[in-house]
């Protein structure tokens, strides 16, 4: 296998600073020994290209021609997972999860945006968001998520006023990868405005992020001295000093801006700006708290589990910034998609036993526990939505309560005494709701169950109203047999009783098609339905059906016991043999009427009425 390296100006000054002095003199010395700038290697001096390989006699070179066309293959498609925290989500409503506001909200991006978003949410509440599609549609969902589903947070970060059209970039370009990098809002300044402060709106994350790629754009436009020392990340801390007090005190002790990327940004380039003696006495001072840390610190690993780790960490990594504020010593936690359960402890060997003293307190500070309860139960514990649930987690708000579908049991996380407090209040309701309620569950055949509901409801609604329950009839997806009765015992088999009444009812139904002519339809029917409904009340377990007139047809339906429809079939023959009677006497009684207005006498012949004029 080949590899190939590219080399940038950076990289080239990184490679001559790893040569030993003897090379670097070897490398930067003119022909009489002077260092000179002019005389610098160039590419192909550093790196001579390898002899070429003669073509074969007849054959032409052809040069770059195809070379040239062939272009990496990328993966259209990228697929990545933000998570949002408990503290930054903007709907909090576990009740309402994969409905309500947020859904609309993430339904919009994926329509804006042509992602695709797939959401779960964490024991800790937190939202995780798995983002798939192209990369740029993908970068653009991040910033709507971020913008749309998290809180915002804002910050100001001043540069030169000459370096803000460098954020900008050509057209506005570099400005637009930056937010979409950062997943923030950048608001730059107009060229009248004679202000230098930059905003910065988005996640403290991403606030982050964009304070630190400001800084170095602005760096590099720097006129001044300029500086990058690689430190090891774990002495990053160090530097800054809690909440960033340090770094802070640096930069005004000596003048020069110096830019130490967040946690977040997983790089060991420190960058200084400056006048040349600022520069130089900022390097001084990072070096000597480098090189005192790395030669008296001393680390200890101690294993917590991974779902104590966010409480180690605390809301927005503030209670590390407590722990190396009171204690000196870095506390170093495994990124959240590793599997490792070992926190590193960095610090002075007489400050360690306090820390770690600490870190075990966060981590013990919030437990996890679980209460038995049926898992048909949890819903009346919930209670219509989540109003029971609510009156607990209202007054306990920092306890996480999770249901299961399918477990019998419910899970509680948090600070260890409001679990207990949460623990007694719901083993309570439990065992109230165990010693008043029941359950029960019977089979019907699914082509009833539509029956059994009735119209709107109306079956099903009156049984769970008179005798207090709650009656659980499987969707038609299903497929199921199973209905799921639940509530007061008495209630539960007394709806039993009259659900499977219903359903062996159902059973020896039948089904009759009746041919009626469609022209004696409106009158069985009646002006607003009164007839009909007269031989309704008269076979009330009969439902008939009428096709509808635009249709023309004369096919009436009764379905019901089959000894009903019999009777109600009869009836209706009858019914309809008498509209038929009654309409060939009222039209002999019409035929006669207009004979006698003509002054025509009506005779027969050969069987049909003619009319002879006297």
């Known amino acids: 296998m080949s590899s190939v390296a590219v080399l940038t100006q950076e990289s080239f000054n990184e490679h001559r600073s790893g040569l030993l002095p003897e090379q670097v003199k070897a490398a930067v010395a ?111 969902a991040r910033k709507e998520i971020v913008s749309r589903l998290q809180t915002q947070a804002s910050a100001t970060v001043a540069i030169p006023k000459e370096h803000h059209r460098f ?65 090891e990340k774990v002495y990053h801390p160090f530097i800054t000093g809690a909440y960033s007090k340090l770094v802070g005190e640096l930069m005004q002790e000596t003048g020069a801006r110096i830019n130490v990327p967040p946690p977040s940004v997983n790089k060991t380039e420190i960058v200084i700006t400056g006048e040349k003696e600022q520069v130089a006495l900022a390097m001084v001072k990072i ?56 926190v590193i402890l960095r610090g002075e060997p007489d400050r360690l036993g306090q820390a770690l003293t600490e870190v075990y307190a966060k981590a013990n500070s919030y437990t996890v526990s679980s209460v038995s309860a049926p898992s048909w139960l949890h819903r009346f514990i919930i209670g219509k939505k989540g109003q029971n649930l609510a009156k607990i987690t209202q007054q306990m708000p920092k306890v996480h309560i999770e249901f299961t579908e399918g477990e019998d049991k ?21 065992t109230d709701l165990v010693s008043r309620m029941d359950y029960t569950e019977i089979s019907v055949d699914p082509k009833f169950h539509r029956h059994l509901i009735g119209k709107g409801g109306a079956n099903i609604n009156r049984i769970k109203e008179h ?60 002006q607003k339905g009164e007839k009909v409904k007269e031989i309704r009340d008269k076979f ?34 009858k019914v309809v043999a008498e509209m038929s009677v009654k309409k060939i006497g009222h039209s002999s009684t019409l035929c006669k009427r207009r004979a006698k207005n003509a002054g025509r006498q009506p005779i027969a012949v050969k069987g049909r009425r003619r009319n002879h004029r006297l």
Not at 303 to 322: A, D, F, M, R, W
Not at 475 to 487: C, F, Q, V, W
Not at 558 to 564: C, V
Request: with cysteine.
């Open 167 to 231: 954020v900008i970039g050509k057209s506005g370009e570099k400005l637009q990868e930056l937010e979409l990098k950062t997943a923030t809002k950048i608001q730059i300044p107009r060229p009248e405005d004679p202000s230098n402060l930059i905003k910065i709106s988005g996640t403290k994350e991403g606030l982050e992020k964009a304070k630190h790629e400001i800084l170095l754009i602005s760096a590099e436009q720097d006129k001044r001295a300029v500086e990058r020392m690689n430190i």
């Open 287 to 342: 070096k000597k708290i480098y090189e005192e840390k790395k030669k008296n610190a001393t680390t200890i690993a101690v294993e917590v589990k991974k779902s104590q780790h966010k409480y180690v960490i605390g809301p927005k990594g503030n209670t590390l910034q407590e722990i190396l504020d009171r204690t000196g010593v870095s506390v170093e936690i495994p990124p959240l998609d590793s599997s490792s359960e070992t």
């Open 540 to 573: 009330p377990e009969v439902i008939i059906n009428f096709p509808d007139p635009m249709q023309k047809s004369d096919i009436v339906q009764l379905r019901g016991p089959r000894t009903e429809v019999e009777k109600c079939t009869k009836f209706m023959q």
């Open 30 to 140: 003119g022909p009489s020994g002077a260092e000179d700038e002019d005389s610098l290697p160039t590419y192909k001096d550093a790196f001579p290209p390898l002899p070429e390989k003669p073509l074969p006699e007849g054959v032409q070179e052809t040069g770059n021609a195809w070379t040239s066309k062939i272009k990496p293959l990328k993966s259209s498609a990228i697929t990545q997972v933000f998570h949002v925290p408990l503290e930054e989500r903007k709907y909090k409503d576990i009740n309402q999860f994969g409905e309500g506001d947020q859904a609309k909200v993430c339904l919009d991006i994926m329509h804006k945006t042509g992602a695709h978003l797939e959401l779960s949410m964490a024991k800790d509440q937190g939202l995780s968001i798995m983002v798939s599609g192209k990369h740029d549609a993908v970068m653009k």
């Open 467 to 526: 005798h207090k329950v709650s009656v659980r009839i499987p969707p038609d997806n299903e497929k199921s047999n199973l209905i799921r009765i639940e509530g007061d015992p008495q209630g539960v088999q007394e709806a039993k009783k009259e659900l499977l009444e219903l359903a062996s009812r159902m059973e020896n139904e039948r089904t009759k098609d009746m041919i009626i002519e469609q022209r004696f339809h409106r009158a069985i029917i009646g």
């Open 410 to 430: 419910i899970t509680l996380e948090g600070p260890t005494k409001d679990v207990q407090i949460v623990q007694g209040q719901i083993e309570a309701v439990v």
